[in-house]
Protein backbone atom coordinates (compact mmCIF):
# COMPACT_ATOMS: atom_id res chain seq x y z
CA UNK A 1 0.00 0.00 0.00
CA UNK A 2 2.81 2.51 1.24
CA UNK A 3 4.90 1.67 -1.46
CA UNK A 4 2.57 2.68 -3.85
CA UNK A 5 0.78 5.63 -2.43
CA UNK A 6 4.88 7.32 -2.35
CA UNK A 7 5.69 7.20 -6.04
CA UNK A 8 2.38 8.33 -6.70
CA UNK A 9 2.14 11.31 -4.47
CA UNK A 10 5.58 11.91 -6.41
CA UNK A 11 4.49 11.76 -9.53
CA UNK A 12 1.47 13.83 -8.05
CA UNK A 13 4.03 16.75 -7.26
CA UNK A 14 5.71 16.19 -10.27
CA UNK A 15 3.05 16.77 -12.22
CA UNK A 16 1.53 19.98 -10.03
CA UNK A 17 4.26 21.66 -10.22
CA UNK A 18 4.77 21.14 -14.03
CA UNK A 19 1.50 22.60 -14.68
CA UNK A 20 1.78 25.51 -12.73
CA UNK A 21 4.95 26.28 -11.07
CA UNK A 22 5.59 29.11 -9.12
CA UNK A 23 9.27 30.73 -10.29
CA UNK A 24 10.87 34.03 -9.46
CA UNK A 25 13.66 35.36 -10.69
CA UNK A 26 16.44 38.23 -9.69
CA UNK A 27 17.75 40.62 -12.25
CA UNK A 28 20.24 43.38 -11.19
CA UNK A 29 20.57 45.62 -13.55
CA UNK A 30 21.87 49.22 -13.88
CA UNK A 31 20.29 52.61 -12.99
CA UNK A 32 18.20 53.81 -15.87
CA UNK A 33 16.88 50.92 -16.84
CA UNK A 34 14.20 50.58 -14.26
CA UNK A 35 11.36 51.98 -16.73
CA UNK A 36 12.42 49.75 -19.70
CA UNK A 37 12.80 46.35 -17.09
CA UNK A 38 9.34 46.92 -15.29
CA UNK A 39 7.44 46.93 -19.08
CA UNK A 40 9.82 44.19 -20.17
CA UNK A 41 9.07 42.01 -17.16
CA UNK A 42 5.26 42.49 -17.52
CA UNK A 43 5.22 41.13 -20.88
CA UNK A 44 7.57 38.53 -20.69
CA UNK A 45 5.76 37.24 -17.55
CA UNK A 46 2.61 37.13 -19.30
CA UNK A 47 4.33 35.13 -22.36
CA UNK A 48 6.04 32.90 -20.59
CA UNK A 49 2.65 32.01 -18.73
CA UNK A 50 0.95 31.44 -21.77
CA UNK A 51 3.34 29.22 -22.96
CA UNK A 52 3.89 27.25 -20.27
CA UNK A 53 1.64 27.69 -17.64
CA UNK A 54 4.20 28.68 -14.83
CA UNK A 55 3.63 32.20 -12.91
CA UNK A 56 7.22 34.46 -12.81
CA UNK A 57 7.75 36.73 -10.40
CA UNK A 58 10.68 39.27 -11.35
CA UNK A 59 12.43 41.67 -9.06
CA UNK A 60 14.45 44.52 -10.19
CA UNK A 61 17.68 45.62 -8.21
CA UNK A 62 19.15 48.86 -9.75
CA UNK A 63 22.18 50.53 -8.95
CA UNK A 64 25.59 51.79 -10.57
CA UNK A 65 26.57 49.24 -12.94
CA UNK A 66 29.76 48.43 -11.07
CA UNK A 67 28.57 48.18 -7.93
CA UNK A 68 25.86 45.91 -8.92
CA UNK A 69 28.52 43.96 -10.16
CA UNK A 70 30.65 43.67 -6.83
CA UNK A 71 26.71 42.76 -4.99
CA UNK A 72 26.75 39.92 -7.26
CA UNK A 73 30.53 39.32 -6.99
CA UNK A 74 29.91 39.38 -3.26
CA UNK A 75 26.83 36.87 -3.27
CA UNK A 76 23.68 38.52 -4.32
CA UNK A 77 21.65 35.68 -5.69
CA UNK A 78 20.56 37.01 -9.18
CA UNK A 79 19.63 35.05 -11.86
CA UNK A 80 20.33 37.14 -14.74
CA UNK A 81 22.20 40.43 -14.82
CA UNK A 82 22.01 43.01 -17.53
CA UNK A 83 24.55 45.76 -17.12
CA UNK A 84 25.73 48.77 -18.65
CA UNK A 85 29.17 47.31 -19.77
CA UNK A 86 30.85 44.04 -20.77
CA UNK A 87 33.36 44.70 -18.43
CA UNK A 88 30.62 44.55 -15.55
CA UNK A 89 29.77 41.51 -16.58
CA UNK A 90 33.46 40.28 -17.20
CA UNK A 91 34.46 40.98 -13.87
CA UNK A 92 32.01 38.53 -12.52
CA UNK A 93 32.85 35.52 -14.72
CA UNK A 94 36.75 36.16 -13.36
CA UNK A 95 35.18 35.35 -9.85
CA UNK A 96 33.91 31.77 -11.72
CA UNK A 97 30.20 32.59 -10.76
CA UNK A 98 29.70 32.18 -15.04
CA UNK A 99 31.17 30.88 -18.01
CA UNK A 100 33.76 33.53 -19.45
CA UNK A 101 32.49 33.15 -22.84
CA UNK A 102 28.93 34.19 -21.87
CA UNK A 103 28.73 36.80 -24.68
CA UNK A 104 28.78 34.76 -27.50
CA UNK A 105 25.72 32.36 -25.45
CA UNK A 106 23.34 35.25 -26.71
CA UNK A 107 22.83 37.07 -30.34
CA UNK A 108 24.73 40.22 -31.09
CA UNK A 109 27.10 40.18 -28.09
CA UNK A 110 24.52 39.44 -26.16
CA UNK A 111 23.59 42.97 -25.84
CA UNK A 112 19.70 42.84 -28.09
CA UNK A 113 19.32 46.48 -27.75
CA UNK A 114 21.84 49.45 -27.93
CA UNK A 115 21.92 53.08 -27.53
CA UNK A 116 24.86 55.95 -28.04
CA UNK A 117 25.91 59.00 -26.86
CA UNK A 118 24.38 62.11 -27.80
CA UNK A 119 24.50 65.90 -26.82
CA UNK A 120 21.68 67.33 -24.20
CA UNK A 121 21.62 70.97 -24.64
CA UNK A 122 19.25 73.96 -23.83
CA UNK A 123 16.81 74.92 -25.81
CA UNK A 124 17.84 76.58 -29.06
CA UNK A 125 21.48 76.10 -28.29
CA UNK A 126 22.57 79.00 -27.18
CA UNK A 127 26.61 78.07 -27.64
CA UNK A 128 25.47 76.69 -31.11
CA UNK A 129 26.70 73.20 -30.26
CA UNK A 130 27.11 70.68 -32.80
CA UNK A 131 29.83 68.48 -32.71
CA UNK A 132 32.31 66.87 -30.43
CA UNK A 133 34.52 69.78 -31.40
CA UNK A 134 32.57 72.52 -29.88
CA UNK A 135 33.20 70.47 -26.45
CA UNK A 136 36.84 71.88 -26.49
CA UNK A 137 35.94 75.46 -27.25
CA UNK A 138 36.92 77.41 -24.27
CA UNK A 139 34.28 78.77 -22.82
CA UNK A 140 31.67 75.33 -22.86
CA UNK A 141 31.04 74.05 -19.97
CA UNK A 142 30.43 70.10 -20.25
CA UNK A 143 28.53 67.85 -18.05
CA UNK A 144 29.58 64.00 -17.62
CA UNK A 145 29.88 61.94 -14.57
CA UNK A 146 32.85 60.55 -13.57
CA UNK A 147 34.16 57.38 -15.65
CA UNK A 148 35.43 55.47 -12.41
CA UNK A 149 32.48 55.42 -10.96
CA UNK A 150 29.48 55.51 -13.93
CA UNK A 151 30.03 52.87 -16.09
CA UNK A 152 27.46 55.32 -18.48
CA UNK A 153 30.32 58.01 -18.30
CA UNK A 154 33.08 55.33 -19.61
CA UNK A 155 31.02 55.47 -23.21
CA UNK A 156 30.52 59.22 -22.81
CA UNK A 157 34.74 59.08 -22.95
CA UNK A 158 35.18 56.17 -25.43
CA UNK A 159 32.40 57.88 -27.42
CA UNK A 160 34.83 61.59 -27.68
CA UNK A 161 37.81 59.62 -27.93
CA UNK A 162 36.58 57.54 -30.81
CA UNK A 163 35.11 60.60 -32.56
CA UNK A 164 38.85 62.34 -31.85
CA UNK A 165 40.55 59.35 -33.24
CA UNK A 166 38.67 59.02 -36.54
CA UNK A 167 38.74 62.82 -37.17
CA UNK A 168 42.42 63.62 -36.16
CA UNK A 169 43.92 59.86 -36.78
CA UNK A 170 46.41 59.54 -34.07
CA UNK A 171 46.44 58.37 -30.24
CA UNK A 172 48.52 61.39 -29.25
CA UNK A 173 45.83 63.74 -30.55
CA UNK A 174 43.35 62.07 -29.54
CA UNK A 175 44.31 62.07 -25.47
CA UNK A 176 44.78 65.95 -26.03
CA UNK A 177 41.50 66.05 -27.75
CA UNK A 178 39.65 63.84 -24.70
CA UNK A 179 41.64 66.10 -22.38
CA UNK A 180 40.97 69.48 -23.36
CA UNK A 181 37.04 68.12 -22.97
CA UNK A 182 37.65 67.49 -19.14
CA UNK A 183 39.00 70.50 -19.01
CA UNK A 184 35.74 72.13 -19.77
CA UNK A 185 33.67 70.15 -17.14
CA UNK A 186 33.28 71.54 -14.19
CA UNK A 187 31.74 68.57 -11.58
CA UNK A 188 32.23 65.02 -12.09
CA UNK A 189 29.42 63.24 -10.48
CA UNK A 190 29.32 60.03 -9.62
CA UNK A 191 26.82 58.48 -11.83
CA UNK A 192 24.69 59.43 -15.12
CA UNK A 193 21.47 60.32 -13.02
CA UNK A 194 23.25 63.04 -10.83
CA UNK A 195 24.85 64.60 -14.00
CA UNK A 196 21.62 64.87 -15.64
CA UNK A 197 20.33 66.91 -12.49
CA UNK A 198 22.79 68.88 -12.93
CA UNK A 199 22.40 69.56 -15.95
CA UNK A 200 18.92 70.10 -15.42
CA UNK A 201 18.31 70.84 -12.36
CA UNK A 202 20.85 73.23 -11.05
CA UNK A 203 21.41 74.90 -14.49
CA UNK A 204 25.34 74.31 -14.35
CA UNK A 205 26.89 73.49 -17.87
CA UNK A 206 26.29 74.29 -21.30
CA UNK A 207 26.12 70.52 -22.63
CA UNK A 208 25.26 67.49 -20.63
CA UNK A 209 26.61 64.29 -22.23
CA UNK A 210 23.92 61.87 -22.23
CA UNK A 211 23.01 57.88 -23.57
CA UNK A 212 20.51 58.51 -26.05
CA UNK A 213 17.55 57.17 -24.11
CA UNK A 214 18.51 58.62 -20.98
CA UNK A 215 18.39 62.42 -23.15
CA UNK A 216 15.37 61.20 -24.73
CA UNK A 217 13.84 60.65 -21.40
CA UNK A 218 15.04 63.90 -19.92
CA UNK A 219 13.29 65.42 -22.69
CA UNK A 220 10.02 63.79 -21.96
CA UNK A 221 9.96 64.76 -18.25
CA UNK A 222 11.36 68.37 -18.24
CA UNK A 223 9.75 69.64 -21.23
CA UNK A 224 10.64 70.47 -25.17
CA UNK A 225 10.86 74.19 -24.61
CA UNK A 226 13.67 73.59 -22.06
CA UNK A 227 15.79 71.38 -24.04
CA UNK A 228 17.23 69.57 -27.33
CA UNK A 229 18.92 66.73 -28.89
CA UNK A 230 21.87 67.56 -30.68
CA UNK A 231 23.29 64.25 -32.34
CA UNK A 232 27.08 64.31 -33.23
CA UNK A 233 28.17 63.27 -36.77
CA UNK A 234 30.29 60.82 -35.11
CA UNK A 235 29.61 57.84 -31.77
CA UNK A 236 29.83 54.92 -29.98
CA UNK A 237 27.75 52.07 -30.24
CA UNK A 238 27.06 51.11 -26.66
CA UNK A 239 26.12 47.63 -25.82
CA UNK A 240 24.49 47.27 -22.59
CA UNK A 241 25.22 43.07 -22.25
CA UNK A 242 22.39 40.27 -20.40
CA UNK A 243 23.71 37.80 -18.99
CA UNK A 244 22.35 34.78 -16.94
CA UNK A 245 24.37 33.85 -13.74
CA UNK A 246 25.30 30.25 -14.53
CA UNK A 247 26.09 29.62 -10.59
CA UNK A 248 22.94 30.69 -9.12
CA UNK A 249 20.54 29.60 -12.12
CA UNK A 250 22.19 25.78 -11.26
CA UNK A 251 21.75 26.52 -7.44
CA UNK A 252 17.89 27.36 -7.67
CA UNK A 253 16.80 25.27 -10.61
CA UNK A 254 16.09 28.48 -12.68
CA UNK A 255 18.20 27.95 -15.92
CA UNK A 256 15.11 27.48 -18.37
CA UNK A 257 13.49 30.37 -17.37
CA UNK A 258 16.42 32.42 -17.13
CA UNK A 259 16.81 31.64 -20.46
CA UNK A 260 13.62 32.13 -21.25
CA UNK A 261 13.67 35.40 -20.24
CA UNK A 262 17.03 36.76 -22.22
CA UNK A 263 15.63 35.22 -25.27
CA UNK A 264 12.68 36.95 -24.93
CA UNK A 265 14.45 40.13 -26.10
CA UNK A 266 15.29 38.91 -29.18
CA UNK A 267 11.25 38.32 -29.90
CA UNK A 268 9.67 41.46 -31.58
CA UNK A 269 7.97 42.43 -28.82
CA UNK A 270 10.88 42.57 -26.46
CA UNK A 271 12.65 44.75 -29.17
CA UNK A 272 9.18 46.95 -29.64
CA UNK A 273 9.70 47.20 -25.60
CA UNK A 274 13.20 48.54 -26.33
CA UNK A 275 12.38 50.84 -28.91
CA UNK A 276 9.66 52.31 -27.22
CA UNK A 277 12.02 53.31 -24.31
CA UNK A 278 14.33 54.86 -26.44
CA UNK A 279 17.03 52.16 -26.73
CA UNK A 280 17.76 51.25 -30.44
CA UNK A 281 16.55 47.78 -30.75
CA UNK A 282 19.05 44.71 -32.95
CA UNK A 283 15.87 44.11 -35.39
CA UNK A 284 16.08 47.02 -37.77
CA UNK A 285 12.21 46.23 -38.97
CA UNK A 286 11.43 47.80 -35.70
CA UNK A 287 14.59 50.04 -35.71
CA UNK A 288 13.06 51.95 -38.78
CA UNK A 289 9.79 52.28 -37.42
CA UNK A 290 11.04 54.15 -34.54
CA UNK A 291 12.75 57.56 -35.75
CA UNK A 292 16.26 57.28 -34.44
CA UNK A 293 18.76 59.65 -35.54
CA UNK A 294 21.34 58.76 -38.06
CA UNK A 295 24.64 58.29 -37.12
CA UNK A 296 27.96 56.65 -37.73
CA UNK A 297 28.75 54.20 -35.16
CA UNK A 298 31.71 52.76 -33.79
CA UNK A 299 31.99 49.73 -31.54
CA UNK A 300 34.10 49.22 -28.72
CA UNK A 301 35.36 46.11 -30.28
CA UNK A 302 36.65 48.00 -33.53
CA UNK A 303 38.31 50.58 -31.99
CA UNK A 304 39.53 49.85 -28.51
CA UNK A 305 39.83 46.09 -28.61
CA UNK A 306 36.84 45.14 -26.25
CA UNK A 307 36.31 46.15 -22.95
CA UNK A 308 38.76 44.76 -21.18
CA UNK A 309 41.93 46.67 -23.12
CA UNK A 310 39.90 49.59 -22.86
CA UNK A 311 39.72 49.46 -18.96
CA UNK A 312 43.07 48.72 -18.84
CA UNK A 313 44.43 51.79 -20.52
CA UNK A 314 41.67 54.88 -19.99
CA UNK A 315 39.97 53.89 -16.83
CA UNK A 316 42.30 51.79 -14.14
CA UNK A 317 44.50 53.40 -11.78
CA UNK A 318 47.30 55.13 -13.85
CA UNK A 319 45.31 55.08 -16.91
CA UNK A 320 44.58 57.71 -19.37
CA UNK A 321 41.80 58.87 -17.37
CA UNK A 322 44.07 59.25 -14.23
CA UNK A 323 46.59 61.00 -16.90
CA UNK A 324 44.32 63.54 -17.97
CA UNK A 325 43.32 65.05 -14.06
CA UNK A 326 47.44 64.81 -13.15
CA UNK A 327 48.36 68.30 -14.90
CA UNK B 1 40.74 44.11 36.85
CA UNK B 2 40.66 41.77 40.04
CA UNK B 3 40.12 45.03 42.02
CA UNK B 4 36.84 45.68 40.48
CA UNK B 5 36.07 42.33 40.22
CA UNK B 6 36.05 42.10 44.18
CA UNK B 7 34.42 45.69 45.02
CA UNK B 8 31.70 45.34 42.73
CA UNK B 9 28.47 45.44 44.73
CA UNK B 10 26.37 44.90 41.68
CA UNK B 11 25.88 41.22 40.20
CA UNK B 12 26.06 40.27 36.40
CA UNK B 13 29.52 41.53 36.07
CA UNK B 14 30.76 38.38 33.81
CA UNK B 15 27.44 38.34 31.90
CA UNK B 16 27.39 41.96 30.91
CA UNK B 17 31.20 42.12 30.16
CA UNK B 18 30.86 39.14 28.14
CA UNK B 19 28.21 39.96 26.13
CA UNK B 20 30.14 44.18 25.70
CA UNK B 21 32.75 42.21 24.33
CA UNK B 22 31.11 39.47 21.89
CA UNK B 23 28.43 42.84 20.46
CA UNK B 24 31.69 44.72 20.09
CA UNK B 25 33.29 42.54 18.15
CA UNK B 26 30.68 41.22 16.41
CA UNK B 27 29.74 44.78 15.24
CA UNK B 28 33.30 47.15 14.88
CA UNK B 29 35.61 44.91 15.60
CA UNK B 30 35.98 42.12 13.33
CA UNK B 31 33.97 44.07 10.49
CA UNK B 32 37.40 46.31 11.09
CA UNK B 33 39.60 43.24 11.36
CA UNK B 34 38.58 42.52 7.68
CA UNK B 35 39.69 45.46 6.65
CA UNK B 36 43.34 45.05 8.26
CA UNK B 37 43.07 41.53 6.64
CA UNK B 38 41.69 43.19 2.90
CA UNK B 39 44.38 45.66 3.23
CA UNK B 40 47.42 43.01 3.99
CA UNK B 41 46.96 41.52 0.32
CA UNK B 42 49.50 44.59 -0.56
CA UNK B 43 53.20 44.42 -0.33
CA UNK B 44 54.57 47.05 2.49
CA UNK B 45 55.88 49.01 -0.58
CA UNK B 46 53.10 48.81 -1.96
CA UNK B 47 50.77 50.40 0.25
CA UNK B 48 53.03 53.01 1.11
CA UNK B 49 52.72 53.71 -2.90
CA UNK B 50 48.80 53.96 -2.36
CA UNK B 51 48.83 56.10 0.66
CA UNK B 52 51.49 58.36 -0.87
CA UNK B 53 50.30 58.79 -3.79
CA UNK B 54 49.35 63.03 -4.37
CA UNK B 55 46.25 62.22 -5.63
CA UNK B 56 45.64 60.50 -2.41
CA UNK B 57 47.42 62.84 0.18
CA UNK B 58 45.19 65.63 -1.77
CA UNK B 59 41.96 63.66 -0.74
CA UNK B 60 43.30 63.00 2.59
CA UNK B 61 44.08 66.63 2.85
CA UNK B 62 40.69 67.77 2.00
CA UNK B 63 38.72 65.34 4.17
CA UNK B 64 40.68 65.99 7.15
CA UNK B 65 41.89 69.64 6.80
CA UNK B 66 37.75 70.56 5.95
CA UNK B 67 36.13 68.42 8.25
CA UNK B 68 38.58 70.00 10.73
CA UNK B 69 37.69 73.41 9.90
CA UNK B 70 33.93 72.66 10.35
CA UNK B 71 34.32 71.35 13.71
CA UNK B 72 35.65 74.43 14.80
CA UNK B 73 32.95 76.57 13.21
CA UNK B 74 30.80 73.52 14.93
CA UNK B 75 32.27 74.39 18.20
CA UNK B 76 31.19 78.05 18.40
CA UNK B 77 28.17 77.82 16.49
CA UNK B 78 27.20 75.01 18.89
CA UNK B 79 28.09 76.74 22.03
CA UNK B 80 26.22 79.73 21.03
CA UNK B 81 22.80 77.82 20.40
CA UNK B 82 23.06 75.64 23.48
CA UNK B 83 23.40 79.08 25.25
CA UNK B 84 20.54 80.41 23.62
CA UNK B 85 19.05 77.44 24.27
CA UNK B 86 18.98 76.66 27.39
CA UNK B 87 19.61 80.08 29.02
CA UNK B 88 16.74 81.62 27.49
CA UNK B 89 13.10 81.14 27.21
CA UNK B 90 11.31 82.42 23.45
CA UNK B 91 8.75 81.54 21.44
CA UNK B 92 9.34 78.83 19.39
CA UNK B 93 12.19 77.12 21.95
CA UNK B 94 11.19 73.89 21.91
CA UNK B 95 10.62 73.69 18.00
CA UNK B 96 14.30 75.21 17.57
CA UNK B 97 15.76 72.58 19.96
CA UNK B 98 14.15 70.16 18.07
CA UNK B 99 15.16 71.17 14.79
CA UNK B 100 18.93 70.73 15.54
CA UNK B 101 18.33 66.99 15.57
CA UNK B 102 17.62 66.94 11.92
CA UNK B 103 20.96 66.64 10.69
CA UNK B 104 20.77 63.22 12.58
CA UNK B 105 17.79 61.97 11.29
CA UNK B 106 17.60 62.99 7.68
CA UNK B 107 19.14 60.15 4.85
CA UNK B 108 22.85 62.25 4.22
CA UNK B 109 21.88 62.27 0.75
CA UNK B 110 18.74 64.04 0.93
CA UNK B 111 20.72 67.07 3.20
CA UNK B 112 23.40 66.86 0.08
CA UNK B 113 20.83 67.34 -2.50
CA UNK B 114 18.88 69.86 -0.61
CA UNK B 115 22.43 71.51 0.24
CA UNK B 116 23.36 71.79 -3.80
CA UNK B 117 20.24 73.16 -4.52
CA UNK B 118 20.76 76.10 -1.98
CA UNK B 119 23.85 76.34 -2.77
CA UNK B 120 23.89 75.95 -7.13
CA UNK B 121 24.52 79.17 -9.42
CA UNK B 122 20.76 78.95 -9.49
CA UNK B 123 19.68 78.79 -6.04
CA UNK B 124 18.14 80.48 -3.35
CA UNK B 125 21.55 81.60 -1.51
CA UNK B 126 24.04 80.04 -4.50
CA UNK B 127 22.57 82.94 -6.92
CA UNK B 128 23.01 85.76 -4.79
CA UNK B 129 26.41 84.55 -3.46
CA UNK B 130 27.58 83.82 -7.01
CA UNK B 131 27.38 87.52 -7.82
CA UNK B 132 29.26 88.38 -4.88
CA UNK B 133 31.97 86.07 -7.12
CA UNK B 134 31.58 83.25 -4.23
CA UNK B 135 30.96 79.97 -5.58
CA UNK B 136 29.94 77.24 -3.13
CA UNK B 137 28.65 74.27 -5.18
CA UNK B 138 30.96 72.16 -6.47
CA UNK B 139 34.10 73.78 -4.65
CA UNK B 140 35.67 72.78 -1.64
CA UNK B 141 33.62 75.44 0.05
CA UNK B 142 30.58 73.29 -0.31
CA UNK B 143 32.25 70.64 1.14
CA UNK B 144 33.30 72.13 3.97
CA UNK B 145 29.24 73.72 4.45
CA UNK B 146 27.67 69.78 4.00
CA UNK B 147 30.06 69.12 6.98
CA UNK B 148 29.06 71.89 8.96
CA UNK B 149 25.72 70.58 8.33
CA UNK B 150 26.15 67.55 9.53
CA UNK B 151 28.03 68.10 12.80
CA UNK B 152 25.88 70.25 14.29
CA UNK B 153 24.03 68.37 16.20
CA UNK B 154 26.76 66.69 18.00
CA UNK B 155 28.22 69.72 19.56
CA UNK B 156 24.84 70.88 20.60
CA UNK B 157 23.69 67.29 22.24
CA UNK B 158 26.74 66.80 23.65
CA UNK B 159 27.09 70.43 25.61
CA UNK B 160 23.67 70.84 25.94
CA UNK B 161 22.86 68.69 29.33
CA UNK B 162 25.99 69.66 30.78
CA UNK B 163 24.98 73.40 30.53
CA UNK B 164 21.69 72.54 31.96
CA UNK B 165 23.59 70.89 34.55
CA UNK B 166 25.69 73.30 35.27
CA UNK B 167 24.70 75.22 39.27
CA UNK B 168 23.61 78.44 38.37
CA UNK B 169 24.48 79.16 42.14
CA UNK B 170 28.11 78.66 41.14
CA UNK B 171 27.76 81.74 38.82
CA UNK B 172 26.15 83.83 42.02
CA UNK B 173 28.95 82.51 44.21
CA UNK B 174 31.47 83.97 41.68
CA UNK B 175 29.31 86.84 41.16
CA UNK B 176 28.85 87.78 44.97
CA UNK B 177 32.70 87.16 44.99
CA UNK B 178 33.10 90.02 42.92
CA UNK B 179 34.01 88.61 39.39
CA UNK B 180 33.05 90.24 36.39
CA UNK B 181 30.58 88.76 33.41
CA UNK B 182 32.76 87.82 31.44
CA UNK B 183 35.53 86.51 34.39
CA UNK B 184 32.88 83.96 35.31
CA UNK B 185 32.29 82.50 31.82
CA UNK B 186 36.04 82.34 31.37
CA UNK B 187 36.67 80.81 34.71
CA UNK B 188 33.40 79.21 36.03
CA UNK B 189 31.07 78.19 33.05
CA UNK B 190 33.99 77.36 30.68
CA UNK B 191 36.00 75.41 32.23
CA UNK B 192 32.90 72.83 33.41
CA UNK B 193 32.27 72.91 30.09
CA UNK B 194 35.15 72.00 28.28
CA UNK B 195 34.94 68.10 28.77
CA UNK B 196 31.51 68.30 26.61
CA UNK B 197 32.68 70.53 24.18
CA UNK B 198 35.61 68.45 22.89
CA UNK B 199 33.73 65.24 23.01
CA UNK B 200 31.22 67.57 20.92
CA UNK B 201 33.97 68.67 18.60
CA UNK B 202 35.48 65.11 18.05
CA UNK B 203 31.77 63.50 17.48
CA UNK B 204 31.63 65.76 14.61
CA UNK B 205 34.98 65.88 13.45
CA UNK B 206 35.03 62.23 12.88
CA UNK B 207 31.82 62.04 11.39
CA UNK B 208 32.69 65.08 9.08
CA UNK B 209 35.82 62.62 7.89
CA UNK B 210 34.03 59.94 6.85
CA UNK B 211 30.85 61.52 5.48
CA UNK B 212 30.16 60.76 1.77
CA UNK B 213 26.21 60.85 1.08
CA UNK B 214 25.74 64.81 2.23
CA UNK B 215 29.52 65.74 0.32
CA UNK B 216 29.26 64.02 -2.73
CA UNK B 217 26.51 66.22 -4.29
CA UNK B 218 27.88 69.29 -3.35
CA UNK B 219 31.52 68.10 -4.26
CA UNK B 220 31.94 68.42 -7.49
CA UNK B 221 34.85 65.73 -6.93
CA UNK B 222 37.39 66.95 -9.18
CA UNK B 223 40.40 65.33 -8.48
CA UNK B 224 43.53 66.84 -6.73
CA UNK B 225 40.60 69.62 -6.58
CA UNK B 226 37.55 68.59 -4.43
CA UNK B 227 38.17 65.15 -3.96
CA UNK B 228 37.40 63.97 -1.10
CA UNK B 229 39.10 60.52 0.94
CA UNK B 230 35.78 58.65 1.18
CA UNK B 231 35.03 59.15 -2.30
CA UNK B 232 38.55 58.23 -3.91
CA UNK B 233 37.38 54.62 -1.45
CA UNK B 234 34.32 54.32 -3.74
CA UNK B 235 36.00 54.80 -6.76
CA UNK B 236 39.09 52.28 -5.82
CA UNK B 237 36.17 49.80 -5.51
CA UNK B 238 34.95 50.74 -8.91
CA UNK B 239 38.18 49.83 -10.00
CA UNK B 240 37.76 46.52 -8.03
CA UNK B 241 40.71 47.28 -6.51
CA UNK B 242 39.56 46.18 -2.80
CA UNK B 243 42.94 46.09 -1.16
CA UNK B 244 43.64 49.49 -2.44
CA UNK B 245 40.17 50.89 -0.92
CA UNK B 246 40.53 49.33 2.19
CA UNK B 247 44.35 50.56 2.30
CA UNK B 248 43.23 54.41 2.19
CA UNK B 249 40.15 53.41 4.50
CA UNK B 250 42.97 52.20 6.76
CA UNK B 251 44.95 55.25 7.09
CA UNK B 252 41.80 57.51 7.85
CA UNK B 253 40.77 54.95 10.38
CA UNK B 254 44.41 55.23 12.05
CA UNK B 255 44.94 59.12 11.34
CA UNK B 256 40.82 59.27 13.20
CA UNK B 257 41.74 57.07 15.87
CA UNK B 258 44.73 59.30 16.59
CA UNK B 259 43.29 62.17 17.04
CA UNK B 260 40.29 60.78 18.85
CA UNK B 261 42.78 59.54 21.04
CA UNK B 262 44.50 63.22 21.80
CA UNK B 263 41.17 65.01 22.37
CA UNK B 264 40.48 62.17 24.89
CA UNK B 265 43.37 62.88 26.65
CA UNK B 266 42.95 66.35 26.28
CA UNK B 267 39.15 65.90 27.43
CA UNK B 268 40.54 63.82 30.34
CA UNK B 269 42.96 66.51 31.26
CA UNK B 270 40.43 69.68 31.43
CA UNK B 271 38.03 67.49 33.09
CA UNK B 272 40.85 66.69 36.17
CA UNK B 273 42.12 70.21 36.09
CA UNK B 274 38.42 72.12 36.43
CA UNK B 275 37.94 69.04 39.36
CA UNK B 276 41.07 70.34 40.86
CA UNK B 277 40.01 74.28 40.58
CA UNK B 278 36.59 73.59 41.80
Not at chain 2, 170 to 181: C, F, I, P, T
Amino acid sequence: MFRRIVPLLAGLMVATSAQAADVSLLNVSYDPTRELYSEFNKSFAAAYQKETGDTVTIKQSHGGSGSQARSVIDGLQADVVTLALAYDIDAIANKGLLTKDWQKRLPQNASPYTSTIVFLVRKGNPKGIKDWHDLIRPGISVITPNPKTSGGARWNYLAAWGYALKTEGSEDKARDFVGNIYKNVPVLDTGARGATMTFVQRGVGDVLLAWENEAFLAVKEFGKDRFEIVVPSISIRAEPPVALVDSVVDKKGTRAVAEAYLQYWYTKEGQEIAARNFYRPRDSEIANKHAFAKVELFTIDELFGGWTKAQTTHFTDGGVFDKIYKN
Amino acid sequence: MSAIARRRSLPGFGLTMGLTLMWLSLMILIPLAGLFVKTAELSLSEFWATVTAPRTLHALKISFGLAFAAACVNLVAGLLIVWALVRYSFPGRRIFDAIVDIPFALPTAVAGIALTTLFAQNGWLGAPLAELGIKVAFTPLGIFLAMVFIGIPFVVRTVQPVLIDLDAELEEAAESLGASRLQTIRRVILPSLTPAVMTGFALAFARAVGEYGSVIFIAGNLPNVSEIAPLLIVIRLAEFRYADATAIAVVMLLFSFLIILVLNRLQHWAQTRSLAGA
